[in-house]
């Protein structure tokens, strides 16, 4: 790893976005990336990497959440424990992300998104705060955005005892995770786009467009 004074200036290139989950992160991510030929970075799609370049030393979270069945996940504890026991959301991996990027050529540009990037993380890496935004989804927004991608029968909430349950549970967590967000990127002062349903897909990407300063 880099020496953190060095971080911003290394990590120029990266524009970031972050926010709650089913916000619209990863569709945004995408046409913007198509749209300037950029590499896209989705922090989702390397979670199982990162879990295997960890110890339960360094992320003793997710090692612990790796030790637990489906319903001990998701079913069996409150929305709360869940929100403040889950790894990635207490930046577990984080490094590992930056160490990533840090591995990639200057050019061209990365975009980066995921709920991973947490607004106290990320705020330290910017050499511009234009770079970073964060998506926050309101729950009706979230819920569509989350039945449109579903299949009934799949998904991990059918892999417990009570998938209505578990449902309704990460529901909670994630609302509350969202709230958390917008706290933090107010008390840092960081860019965030509130999104609910009557916003449009190109309406997302144009402020988002704006908020980077494209």
């Given at each position: 790893?880099?020496?953190?004074?060095?971080?911003?200036?290394?990590l120029?290139?990266?524009?970031?976005?972050?926010?709650?989950?089913?916000?619209g992160k990863?569709?945004i991510?995408?046409?913007?990336?198509?749209?300037?030929?950029?590499?896209?970075?989705?922090?989702?799609d390397?979670?199982?990497?990162?879990?295997?370049?960890?110890?339960?030393?360094?992320a003793?979270?997710?090692?612990?959440?790796?030790?637990?069945?489906?319903?001990?996940?998701?079913v069996?504890?409150?929305?709360?424990?869940?929100?403040?026991?889950?790894?990635?959301?207490?930046?577990?991996?984080?490094?590992?992300?930056?160490?990533?990027?840090?591995?990639?050529?200057q050019?061209?540009?990365?975009?980066?998104?995921?709920?991973?990037?947490?607004?106290?993380?990320?705020?330290p890496?910017?050499?511009?705060?234009?770079?970073?935004?964060?998506?926050?989804?309101?729950?009706a927004?979230?819920?569509?955005a989350?039945?449109s991608?579903?299949?009934?029968?799949?998904?991990?909430?059918?892999?417990?005892s009570?998938?209505?349950?578990?449902?309704?549970?990460i529901?909670?967590?994630?609302?509350?995770?969202?709230?958390?967000?917008?706290?933090?990127?107010?008390?840092?002062?960081?860019c965030?786009?509130?999104?609910?349903?009557?916003?449009?897909?190109?309406?997302?990407?144009?402020?988002?467009?704006?908020?980077?300063?494209?």
């Amino acid at each position: 790893m880099a020496d953190a004074a060095e971080l911003p200036a290394r990590l120029r290139n990266v524009f970031w976005i972050g926010g709650g989950s089913g916000a619209g992160k990863s569709t945004i991510a995408r046409r913007l990336a198509d749209r300037y030929g950029w590499r896209l970075y989705a922090t989702d799609d390397v979670m199982h990497d990162h879990a295997g370049r960890t110890t339960p030393k360094d992320a003793p979270y997710l090692h612990n959440f790796i030790a637990m069945d489906m319903d001990e996940r998701w079913v069996s504890r409150s929305p709360e424990v869940m929100l403040e026991t889950f790894h990635w959301f207490q930046g577990e991996g984080f490094g590992l992300i930056i160490e990533d990027l840090l591995r990639l050529p200057q050019e061209p540009c990365v975009i980066v998104e995921g709920f991973r990037l947490l607004p106290h993380l990320v705020k330290p890496l910017l050499a511009t705060p234009e770079h970073a935004v964060w998506l926050l989804p309101t729950p009706a927004f979230r819920q569509a955005a989350i039945q449109s991608r579903s299949v009934p029968g799949e998904g991990f909430a059918w892999k417990t005892s009570d998938p209505a349950t578990a449902e309704r549970n990460i529901a909670a967590r994630d609302h509350m995770f969202t709230r958390r967000l917008e706290q933090e990127t107010k008390r840092l002062q960081l860019c965030t786009i509130h999104v609910d349903t009557g916003m449009a897909e190109d309406d997302l990407a144009e402020q988002v467009t704006i908020a980077f300063g494209l």
